[in-house]
């Protein structure tokens, strides 16, 4: 049956002011309908909540762009794979989230709506099942890995080495999503900060935010020696083959990771393209891989590096990345990529189209303090 996005658009706009409750909604009913899938989720379910709610925005926001948005329905798939999800729980999962919406929309809701979102949740859960049923002849649903670098750049930063059991196949760009054994159940992504490497070895850079279950276990309670699991790469900022001649990277704190990735990619390509990375931290003492920048620049011979300190009173100018970004002069037909927090991605991409920059030219992965990929962001990332 075809997809009425105008039919799932208008009802998602009836609840999506209350979005938060159909979230809380579908998991009550979903434990309550069916206890044996409760130990699949992590105790703690606030975060959960939140990723079912950008799962769903990013996907009615998306319906439009089959292509971009199969690719991230598949990813989702191969992804669930690491929660034990196999096929017979999409029909659970889909008849409680339709039943959580209904009864929020507050008695607007009607009969077609169930129809259109029976039929866009059985396209989902078979895109999603086909990804993870092709993943499972090639790779487990996640990887075990030991800790062989760990190294605190900083009293919160942490630069952490992983070797995993199994080859472990990701472009560069692409984040991981990381539980500890202190955390069971417990997933938070991270940016891959090299492109692949032969000895399999990928490294993570790890800021601990306030509250932060896995980032703290990582920078604090992990030693060399230690078993992480990961779970498949996902993530499309990566590069495409035809790769624009001059590429802009804006990077916000940790948000550097994935182009330190694309930056030494592009160092070993035959023509490879001249690259600007600026890097924005609040603090000078927060540039935690200068040296490594410093060796990245000498190794590519064509990329431009500038530091960016905006809150620093002992450096002067204090100037957000954002507007160190806009005293630059950029190519006309230059890529733009950002990474950072979400504030900082927004403000970095409004300046860039008031500079004139053009909007399709300018590719961005926002993640949230809790390591939530933003729906806004990732349909249009990379190409
Ligand atoms: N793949 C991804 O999408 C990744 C995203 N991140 C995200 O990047 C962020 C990095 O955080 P930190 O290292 O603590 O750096 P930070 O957020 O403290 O600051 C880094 C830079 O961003 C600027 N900035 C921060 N908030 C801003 C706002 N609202 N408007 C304008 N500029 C702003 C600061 O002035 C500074 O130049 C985190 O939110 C993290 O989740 C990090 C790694 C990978």
Known sequence: MAI????????????EPRSGKVAADFYALLFSRFPQVRGMFPAAMDLQRDRL????TRVVL??????GLSTYLGQLGRDHRKYGVVPEHYPMLGACLITAMRVNAQ?????????AWAAAYDLIARVMSEAAERDSHASPPYWTATVVGHELRSHDLAVIVLRPSHPYLFQAGQYTTVQTRQWPRVWRPYSIANP???DNLISLHVRVVPGGWVSTALAHRTAVGDTVFLGPPRGSMVLSRSTASHLVFIAGGTGLAPFKAIIEETAWMHERPSVDLFHGVRLRSQAYDLPDLLRLREQHGRMRFVLAVSDDPAHPPRESVADTVARHRLPADSEVFICGSPGMVQACTARLLRMGVSGHNVHMEAVDQSGLALPWAAPSVGR
């Not at 009425?4 to 609840?15: F, G, K, P």
């Not at 998306?62 to 292509?67: C, F, N, P, R, T």
């Open 62 to 67: 998306s319906l439009g762009e089959i292509e």
């Open 107 to 115: 008695g607007a809701w009607l009969p077609a709506y169930d129809q």
């Open 4 to 15: 009425d996005t105008a039919l799932i658009r208008r009802s998602w706009s009836l609840v």
């Open 53 to 56: 709610l950008h799962a769903l």
């Open 196 to 198: 692949p490497r032969e």
